[in-house]
């Protein structure tokens, strides 16, 4: 079976190219446009990983990767924060909270592709 990949994010250009990346590599792809969909999504789809965009309406990518981090149901999920957002104080937030890695927009796409994969590994 296929490995499960959750995007949430609000930027439909980013979502596309993401999940075209993704299903390349033979990856199943849910997406969410918000945080609080991203959370519902994760609930009933049980993906391995989850990228999260930080700046998202509803509920942030720091709070659903807090909430997902709280929650013991969820705690092998991995989780990658991949946002605008690259000061050291936002990168550090998103470790702290839980993510397992932390990347800035704009990214590389061969470099997202062997992060994704690093992951996928572990779990």
């Known amino acids: 079976m296929a ?3 959750l995007i949430a994010d609000d930027e439909p250009n980013i ?3 993401i999940e075209f990346l993704l299903k390349r590599e033979g990856y199943d792809v849910i997406v969410a446009q918000n945080g609080a969909e991203a959370l519902a999504k994760v609930r009933a789809e049980r993906p391995d990983l989850a990228i999260l965009d930080v700046m998202m309406p509803l509920r942030n990518g720091f709070e659903v990767c807090q909430d997902l981090r ?3 149901e969820f705690k092998d999920l991995r989780i990658m924060m991949l946002t605008a957002k690259g000061r050291d104080t936002e990168v550090s937030k998103g470790l702290a ?4 890695v932390y990347m800035t927009k704009p990214f590389s796409t061969r ?3 062997a992060k994704v994969k690093a992951l996928m590994d572990r779990a």
């Open 15 to 17: 979502v596309i190219s």
């Open 70 to 72: 709280q929650d013991p």
């Open 3 to 5: 490995k499960r990949i």
């Open 97 to 100: 909270l839980g993510a397992d």
């Open 111 to 113: 470099e997202l592709v």
